[in-house]
């Protein structure tokens, strides 16, 4: 499983966009790049995913560039509420003989 | 709501002690998988069963072990506890035909031990 590194933290203020960036530089042709979100004594929640170019949902987009090995979480106008550890996962899409490492994450600070 | 469910959501014993952590995955999922949270080792996976079989292990001790029944629940058992086994333990189910990399959260078991 490729290992990934992230900033430890960031800080924003409110109404900002945030870009995390994830190094990936072993990752497999196979593997998907997954975000989640956790806030504190809560479980992770998963964010958005995608394999390569530019993925987009209601809550953030995703950019992969095309050597795949780094991923870019950009989360729009961020809120007070976006505080939060974000985590990088990278793993491919099948159902068995994985270990799913997430790294230490990054811990994002929206101020107001 | 993620829709996985974990009880107890506190759990208080002593060293030495056994403890079972129960789980429900999201009504069709057919994977559940288990993760420890402590403060200095943060989220480290430890096992997955997918529809009642083990399918893949992490850095689980051997003191640890865990089943998924026939109706998908899944139960973690922690036996000789000790102090460092203290953390947050959480467990997570995919949907079968979809990316085991998607998964969704419970609340999480909180385990001290003293």
């Known amino acids: 499983l490729a290992k990934t590194t992230q900033p430890i933290s960031m800080d924003s203020y409110e109404g900002q966009e945030v870009n995390i960036t994830c190094s990936h530089n072993n990752i497999a042709t196979n593997d998907y790049i997954t975000w989640y979100q956790q806030f504190p004594s809560q479980g992770p929640r998963f964010i958005i995913q995608?394999?390569?170019t530019k993925v987009t949902n209601e809550v953030a987009s995703l950019f992969i560039p095309a050597d795949r090995k780094s991923s870019t979480l950009s989360l729009p106008r961020v809120s007070l509420s976006d505080t939060a550890v974000y985590y990088c996962l990278v793993g491919v899409l099948r159902n068995y003989g994985q270990n799913f490492v997430f790294g230490p994450g990054t811990r994002l600070s929206v101020l107001p | 709501d993620s829709g996985v469910t974990q009880t107890p959501k506190h759990l208080i014993t002593a060293t030495g002690q056994r403890v079972t952590l129960r789980c429900s995955p999201r009504?069709?999922?057919?994977?559940v998988y288990w993760y420890q949270q402590s403060l200095d080792q943060g989220l480290q996976f430890l096992i997955q069963y997918y529809n009642g079989e083990e399918r893949a292990k992490g850095n689980i001790l051997e003191r640890f072990s865990a089943q998924q029944f026939p109706d998908l629940h899944s139960e973690l058992n922690l036996s000789s506890l000790e102090l460092g086994d203290s953390a947050l333990y959480f467990c997570?189910?995919?949907?079968?035909?979809?990316?085991?990399?998607?998964?969704?959260f419970g609340p999480g078991t909180r385990l001290t031990v003293l």
């Open positions: 995608g394999y390569k």
């Open positions: 009504s069709g999922d057919l994977s």
């Open positions: 997570a189910s995919s949907a079968p035909g979809t990316s085991a990399t998607t998964q969704y």
